[in-house]
């Protein structure tokens, strides 16, 4: 018999595809975009398309494991779940009957879902008063910059960019990240927009825009800013919207008008005149929309960069046309409880420590902090900065660790117990995105793998074991979902999202108005663009956006003379989809790519074994010479599993635990390196 289930893409893609899955006999034989869904359109990513390839891969953990031998070695020995279920929840009570806090849960987004994702997992760990972990990994640092400029995660509907003249794609590579997005642009391209790509790699976005502007890593304040002098200067201003419905103006002008074209060009490496055309074009091609993306802020001051770059629709008055504005993420406009999914009010352990997820290396070693890990939805070794401490730290003989998961990833290697955990096509879960405004529902289509079992239910099991009895650890998970859409504002809308239409369509959109800034209201303590921020003031920060020069920049005089970038390769989601072998065949293995001039000035021949380093540490991987990297800076695409690596290392090898100007994000493209060629 075949049927279709309608889901959802669980992955960490601004994109959040409707998914439509044929199942044949109990087995899903096809997962395809829902043509119904107007933003996926019946297309998924290639990685996606191959879902069936993942969930049915032989190295799939269907069983629960127990480590036998050293931590990081892979080997384990299937067990019951009686067994592990058992040994874990004696372990971890032992710990929390003194300690809570010096349990740390460890998740991100491996999958999205709200119910899979943190739901009964967050409840368990509140109650407990485990440490609280500080989820910073992605997108805090710009998330932070909306919130101070523009009031939360909010802009503009991504469907308008459809009917944008001029798009700037900023610090995102869309072809890569974001394929729908990039079919959006393609139909603006097609009514007659211009394409301006801002990226210090020229990407196979940059190929296909109309400009590429190839900026020095972590310097779009500068640019920003030096935009802002041009429109100043040349009065390309919308008065009457800066007026009513911005903050800070005069402040701003002061310091946009140290930024002169000249100035600007140096810094960001770029030239005048094309600045001087950027600014010409963003004043006199409307409507102009921006689609900020994750790359500005991953550097030092990636939170100014998002400020300033948020500040500009505010200055030209984009806002007033529903094709113009800005977005970065705008998951603000939803309307989901996810308080009610979480209850943070049930955690009541003062003593907890916010541990940063960014810097789990250091929390990690540091004496007397962590005893027990557990981890979900993540693979941290992978991942997270400054690998050789993060390692370190999770091959401690003293830390107990439980990594529920669907492969035995460089995580799940360091673990005292691996639970199978099930995949998207085997549990019910639902989902917001980052990229578009619906929500999206994801029913299971097939009976769980082996002896996998949802997130949910581990942690319901755990909980029972623990002698934690309360009901709200054991909601199923169909409620959960149908919970996430009690929220006041939903349930007084006049278009509320409603189950039966999640049910029959497997999406609905959120109430949002079409222009939402047109006329002001902001989400700020102003209800205007707070150019300056009197939040960042009483935090003693600057409260005017400026441009912070990066930690490690390129330099040609220091040690590591090169700036290294990491950013995500096509046919990946971060670590996941890595032991994919049709997918792995298509990236190859690690490269790094060096332009030609500073692979001439260190003898690096094209497809040579090279080793990147710093005082961090050392990676090795396959040279490839070309102009997609500028000189100066080096490429290195990921996020590969160390253990598919030449020697056993990634490029977070090298990348540091220093933090951003705000939300305390890692600066994962702020990071400097040298190279050599090996020896053969
Ligand atoms: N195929 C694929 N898709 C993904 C992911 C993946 O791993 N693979 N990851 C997902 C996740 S978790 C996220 S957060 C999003 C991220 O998606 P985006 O935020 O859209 O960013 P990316 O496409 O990752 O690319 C970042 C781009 O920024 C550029 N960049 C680096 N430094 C700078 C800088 O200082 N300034 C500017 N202007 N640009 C810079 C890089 O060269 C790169 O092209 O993508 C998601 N989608
Ligand atoms: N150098 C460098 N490092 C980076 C980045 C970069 O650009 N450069 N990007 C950063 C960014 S933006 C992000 S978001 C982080 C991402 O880091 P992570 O959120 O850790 O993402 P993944 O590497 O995809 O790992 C997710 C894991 O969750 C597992 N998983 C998926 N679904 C489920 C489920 O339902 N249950 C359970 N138990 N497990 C599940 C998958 O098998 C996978 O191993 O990486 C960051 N690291
Ligand atoms: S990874 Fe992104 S583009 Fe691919 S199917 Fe998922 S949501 Fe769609
Ligand atoms: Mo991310």
């Given at each position: 018999?075949?049927?279709?289930?309608?889901?959802?893409?669980?992955?960490?893609?601004?994109?959040?595809?409707?998914?439509?899955?044929?199942?044949?006999?109990?087995?899903?034989?096809?997962?395809?975009?829902?043509?119904?869904?107007?933003?996926?359109?019946?297309?998924?990513?290639?990685?996606?398309?191959?879902?069936?390839?993942?969930?049915?891969?032989?190295?799939?953990?269907?069983?629960?494991?127990?480590?036998?031998?050293?931590?990081?070695?892979?080997?384990?020995?299937?067990?019951?779940?009686?067994?592990?279920?058992?040994?874990?929840?004696?372990?971890?009570?032992?710990?929390?009957?003194?300690?809570?806090?010096?349990?740390?849960?460890?998740?991100?987004?491996?999958?999205?879902?709200?119910?899979?994702?943190?739901?009964?997992?967050?409840?368990?760990?509140?109650?407990?008063?485990?440490?609280?972990?500080?989820?910073?990994?992605?997108?805090?640092?710009?998330?932070?910059?909306?919130?101070?400029?523009?009031?939360?995660?909010?802009?503009?509907?991504?469907?308008?960019?459809?009917?944008?003249?001029?798009i700037l794609i900023w610090g995102s590579n869309v072809i890569t990240s974001?394929?729908?997005?990039?079919?959006?642009?393609?139909?603006?391209?097609?009514?007659?927009?211009k394409l301006v790509c801002i990226d210090p790699r020229r990407t196979e976005t940059a190929d296909k825009c109309d400009v590429h502007l190839a900026i020095k890593p972590g310097t779009d304040a500068a640019l920003a800013?030096g935009l802002?002098?041009?429109?100043?200067?040349?009065?390309?201003?919308?008065?009457?919207?800066?007026?009513?419905?911005?903050?800070?103006?005069?402040?701003?002008?002061?310091?946009?008008?140290?930024?002169?074209p000249e100035r600007t060009a140096e810094v960001c490496g770029l030239k005048a005149e094309d600045i001087r055309q950027l600014a010409?074009d963003y004043?006199?091609?409307?409507?102009?929309?921006i689609r900020l993306n994750?790359g500005v802020?991953r550097s030092?001051g990636g939170?100014?960069a998002?400020?300033?770059v948020?500040?500009?629709?505010?200055?030209?008055?984009?806002?007033?046309?529903?094709?113009?504005?800005?977005?970065?993420?705008?998951?603000?406009?939803?309307?989901?409880?996810?308080?009610?999914?979480?209850?943070?009010?049930?955690?009541?352990?003062?003593?907890?420590?916010?541990?940063?997820?960014?810097?789990?290396?250091?929390?990690?070693?540091?004496?007397?902090?962590?005893?027990?890990?557990?981890?979900?939805?993540?693979?941290?070794?992978?991942?997270?900065?400054?690998?050789?401490?993060?390692?370190?730290?999770?091959?401690?003989?003293?830390?107990?660790?439980?990594?529920?998961?669907?492969?035995?990833?460089?995580?799940?290697?360091?673990?005292?117990?691996?639970?199978?955990?099930?995949?998207?096509?085997?549990?019910?879960?639902?989902?917001?995105?980052?990229?578009?405004?619906?929500?999206?529902?994801?029913?299971?289509?097939?009976?769980?793998?082996?002896?996998?079992?949802?997130?949910?239910?581990?942690?319901?099991?755990?909980?029972?074991?623990?002698?934690?009895?309360?009901?709200?650890?054991?909601?199923?998970?169909?409620?959960?979902?149908?919970?996430?859409?009690?929220?006041?504002?939903?349930?007084?809308?006049?278009?509320?999202?409603?189950?039966?239409?999640?049910?029959?369509?497997?999406?609905?959109?959120?109430?949002?108005?079409?222009?939402?800034?047109?006329?002001?209201?902001?989400?700020?303590?102003?209800?205007?663009?707070?150019?300056?921020?009197?939040?960042?003031?009483?935090?003693?920060?600057?409260?005017?956006?400026?441009y912070?020069p990066n930690?490690?920049p390129a330099n040609p005089?220091?040690?590591?003379p090169l700036a290294m970038i990491s950013p995500?390769?096509?046919?990946?989601?971060?670590?996941?989809?890595?032991?994919?072998?049709?997918?792995?065949?298509?990236?190859?293995?690690?490269?790094l790519e060096i332009h030609p001039e500073d692979a001439?000035?260190?003898?690096?021949?094209?497809?040579?074994?090279?080793?990147?380093?710093?005082?961090?540490?050392?990676?090795?991987?396959?040279?490839q010479i070309s102009t997609r990297a500028q000189a100066g800076m080096v490429v290195g695409l990921?996020?590969?599993?160390?253990?598919?690596?030449?020697?056993?290392?990634?490029?977070?090898?090298?990348?540091?635990?220093?933090?951003?100007?705000?939300?305390?994000?890692?600066?994962?493209y702020d990071c400097?390196?040298?190279?050599?060629?090996?020896?053969?």
């Amino acid at each position: 018999m075949t049927t279709t289930l309608l889901g959802a893409c669980p992955h960490d893609c601004p994109d959040t595809c409707s998914l439509l899955t044929t199942v044949q006999d109990g087995v899903a034989i096809k997962v395809q975009g829902n043509p119904h869904h107007p933003l996926t359109d019946g297309v998924l990513c290639t990685k996606v398309s191959r879902y069936t390839e993942r969930t049915y891969h032989p190295d799939r953990v269907l069983h629960p494991m127990k480590r036998v031998g050293p931590k990081g070695s892979g080997q384990f020995q299937r067990v019951s779940w009686e067994e592990a279920l058992s040994d874990i929840a004696a372990r971890l009570k032992a710990i929390a009957d003194t300690s809570p806090e010096r349990i740390l849960p460890y998740s991100y987004a491996g999958t999205m879902g709200m119910v899979q994702g943190e739901s009964i997992a967050m409840r368990f760990f509140n109650l407990l008063g485990a440490a609280k972990l500080d989820r910073t990994i992605c997108s805090s640092a710009g998330g932070e910059a909306l919130t101070q400029t523009l009031g939360g995660k909010l802009g503009m509907k991504v469907q308008f960019f459809a009917q944008s003249k001029l798009i700037l794609i900023w610090g995102s590579n869309v072809i890569t990240s974001s394929v729908h997005f990039w079919r959006i642009a393609q139909e603006a391209k097609r009514q007659g927009a211009k394409l301006v790509c801002i990226d210090p790699r020229r990407t196979e976005t940059a190929d296909k825009c109309d400009v590429h502007l190839a900026i020095k890593p972590g310097t779009d304040a500068a640019l920003a800013l030096g935009l802002m002098h041009e429109l100043i200067t040349h009065d390309w201003l919308d008065h009457d919207y800066i007026n009513n419905y911005t903050l800070g103006f005069d402040a701003l002008r002061e310091r946009a008008l140290r930024w002169t074209p000249e100035r600007t060009a140096e810094v960001c490496g770029l030239k005048a005149e094309d600045i001087r055309q950027l600014a010409h074009d963003y004043a006199h091609i409307q409507p102009a929309a921006i689609r900020l993306n994750y790359g500005v802020q991953r550097s030092h001051g990636g939170g100014n960069a998002v400020r300033a770059v948020a500040c500009l629709p505010a200055l030209t008055g984009a806002w007033r046309h529903r094709a113009g504005g800005v977005v970065l993420s705008a998951s603000g406009h939803a309307l989901h409880n996810g308080a009610a999914l979480q209850r943070h009010d049930l955690h009541t352990n003062a003593r907890a420590p916010l541990i940063n997820m960014s810097t789990i290396g250091d929390a990690l070693n540091t004496p007397g902090l962590v005893e027990a890990v557990v981890v979900y939805n993540s693979n941290p070794v992978a991942v997270a900065p400054e690998s050789a401490k993060v390692v370190k730290g999770f091959a401690r003989e003293d830390l107990f660790t439980v990594v529920l998961e669907h492969f035995m990833t460089d995580t799940a290697d360091h673990a005292d117990y691996v639970l199978p955990a099930t995949t998207q096509l085997e549990h019910w879960d639902i989902h917001n995105s980052y990229g578009h405004t619906d929500m999206v529902l994801n029913r299971p289509a097939i009976s769980p793998m082996g002896e996998a079992k949802t997130n949910t239910h581990i942690f319901r099991e755990l909980s029972t074991r623990m002698g934690l009895h309360s009901p709200l650890l054991q909601e199923d998970d169909e409620s959960l979902c149908r919970l996430a859409l009690q929220h006041p504002r939903n349930l007084q809308s006049a278009a509320p999202v409603t189950w039966d239409a999640l049910l029959k369509d497997g999406f609905a959109h959120w109430p949002m108005d079409d222009a939402p800034f047109a006329q002001g209201g902001f989400a700020t303590p102003s209800g205007r663009c707070e150019f300056v921020s009197e939040r960042l003031v009483a935090q003693g920060l600057d409260g005017l956006p400026d441009y912070l020069p990066n930690y490690e920049p390129a330099n040609p005089q220091a040690s590591y003379p090169l700036a290294m970038i990491s950013p995500p390769a096509r046919n990946f989601l971060n670590s996941s989809f890595v032991n994919v072998k049709s997918l792995r065949d298509m990236e190859g293995e690690p490269l790094l790519e060096i332009h030609p001039e500073d692979a001439a000035a260190r003898q690096v021949k094209d497809g040579a074994m090279v080793r990147v380093f710093n005082d961090r540490g050392s990676h090795v991987c396959k040279a490839q010479i070309s102009t997609r990297a500028q000189a100066g800076m080096v490429v290195g695409l990921g996020i590969w599993w160390r253990k598919l690596s030449r020697d056993g290392t990634n490029v977070n090898q090298l990348t540091s635990q220093r933090l951003t100007d705000m939300g305390r994000a890692p600066v994962f493209y702020d990071c400097a390196v040298q190279v050599e060629t090996l020896a053969a």
